[in-house]
């Protein structure tokens, strides 16, 4: 089976986030055939106009997969997801990933820029990574799934638009 890395680099507010909002919406993923498995997710914030110390704090982001760019999470940086399950279901869910940015586990000794390992939704204290196993396909654009995020932990942090960018790997 081939392998192939795709990168995207979803839309921020320039506001601060605070825990538990809406990091970003629907951000279109061109899949290499219309069913993906996903092999890899990693994050990294590209932020250079905050000092390394404000910077060095645990963060956590969700990130959720759909095939359809129906619905969206809420509003960018403007508090709590406001999606209901039904939209969810609407949007065609194939799936979510924790990532995390831990100075206790060394991802953030880096200072910036601030580097996000995947690792399963509900295993917030793991010593080491593990995705879900999720299948990634299409919805109704064809070759074409959606992410969206939430900021779960993080604090006060401010980024430029263009700060995060993911890297997804996938089999087909």
Avoid: W
Avoid at 7 to 23: F, H, M, R, S
Avoid at 70 to 79: A, K, S
Avoid at 96 to 124: C, K, M, Y
Avoid at 143 to 158: P, R, S, W
Wanted: glycine share 10%.
């Amino acid at each position: 089976m081939p392998f192939d890395i795709i990168t995207v680099t979803p839309t921020l507010t320039t506001g601060a986030y605070a825990d538990n909002e809406v990091l970003f919406t629907s951000t279109e993923i061109k899949l290499p055939h219309n069913k993906c498995q996903l092999v890899s997710l990693s994050a990294i914030f590209t932020d250079t106009d905050t000092t390394a110390t404000v910077e060095q704090n645990d963060r956590e982001i969700i990130v959720m997969f759909f095939k359809e760019n129906t619905h969206q999470l809420g509003t960018i940086g403007d508090g709590a997801p406001s999606i209901t399950g039904a939209q969810i279901a609407t949007n065609v869910s194939l799936g979510a990933v924790r990532l995390v940015n831990s100075t206790g586990s060394g991802e953030a000794s880096l200072g910036v820029p601030s580097i996000f390992g995947g690792q399963a939704p509900n295993d917030r204290s793991a010593a080491s990574s593990s995705l879900p196993k999720l299948i990634l396909a299409e919805g109704s654009t064809k070759n074409t799934c959606y992410i969206q995020g939430l900021y779960e932990v993080g604090g006060a942090d401010t980024y430029e638009a263009s700060d995060l960018v993911i890297t997804i790997g996938v089999k087909y």
